[in-house]
């Protein structure tokens, strides 16, 4: 597979609400960013792995596991109402001013998704080349069905959609999102033709509170279905 089509951007902020420093909480010995950096470099399809942070703890555990950090994200694109495309849209736009490299194609992979693998990655890029759509993300395998969901209302809950609108609704699981770059310079991350990649809940597992990193633990010493 060629390696110089894909370029991996790991958003990685040093602010966290819920659980403080996150990307550096340990999981099994290792900080929590360090299974994503692994898993972008072991992925045949990426050409660089590229961090951007605006903490310099957070830089320095990247540089130890491998990743490129080459900036200091800025102040202004740190924010906890930042928009992700935006971060994205500095790191490509980084690249192509300071060193006239760009790439066909970008994946986003967030810190806090450490069971997505390497397969993963180059299987998605695999379905997402060989198609014509212009982007990608990952879905949990198990759909939500219209039954399941529900809403509250007056104090209690009740269906939000009626029994007879039966289809599925995948979640997005947070762990995949991959596209043209060009999509980027319109500030979008995903296309008009978005693609699925369907990921089993035993890694679709999204790291926000302190009992997401233990279930992470439990799923990690009984080994990740690949």
Same mark, same amino acid.
């Given at each position: ?14 602010g966290? %609400?819920r ?8 999981l099994?010995?290792k900080p929590?960013?360090c299974?994503?950096?692994e898993?972008?470099r ?8 590229l961090?951007?942070?605006?903490? $310099?703890?957070?830089?320095e555990?990247?540089l130890a596991?491998?990743? !490129?950090?080459?900036?200091?994200r ?16 500095? $790191? ?5 001013e300071k !060193? ?5 194609y ?7 998704s ?7 990655i180059?299987?998605a890029?695999a379905?997402l080349?060989?198609?014509?759509a ?9 759909p939500?069905?219209? !039954? ?7 104090g ?17 699981n947070?762990?995949?999102y991959m596209? %043209?770059?060009?999509?980027?310079? !319109? ?28 279930? $992470?633990?439990i799923?990690? %010493?009984?080994?990740i279905n690949q």
């Amino acid at each position: 597979m060629s390696k110089d089509l894909l370029l991996a951007i790991i958003p990685a902020r040093g602010g966290s %609400k819920r659980l403080p420093l996150k990307n550096l909480q340990l999981l099994a010995g290792k900080p929590l960013i360090c299974y994503t950096i692994e898993a972008a470099r072991q992925a045949q399809a990426v050409s660089r792995v590229l961090v951007s942070t605006d903490a $310099a703890r957070i830089r320095e555990a990247s540089l130890a596991a491998g990743a !490129e950090v080459p900036f200091l994200r800025p102040v202004e694109l740190a924010g906890d109402h930042t928009a992700m495309v935006d971060v994205i849209f500095h $790191a490509v736009a980084y690249l192509a001013e300071k !060193e006239n490299r760009t790439f066909p194609y970008f994946v986003v992979l967030q810190p806090t998704s450490p069971l997505r693998t390497a397969k993963d990655i180059d299987r998605a890029f695999a379905l997402l080349r060989d198609s014509p759509a212009d982007s990608l993300v990952s879905v949990s395998a198990r759909p939500l069905r219209s !039954e399941e969901i529900y809403h509250r209302k007056g104090g209690f809950i009740e269906p939000f959609f009626s029994p007879a609108d039966r289809q599925g609704f995948f979640r997005l699981n947070g762990a995949l999102y991959m596209g %043209k770059t060009s999509l980027i310079k !319109e500030r979008r991350l995903l296309g008009d033709a978005v693609l699925a990649y369907p990921m089993p809940e035993s890694r679709s597992l999204d790291i926000d509170y302190p009992e997401d990193l233990e279930l $992470a633990r439990i799923l990690l %010493k009984g080994g990740i279905n690949q």
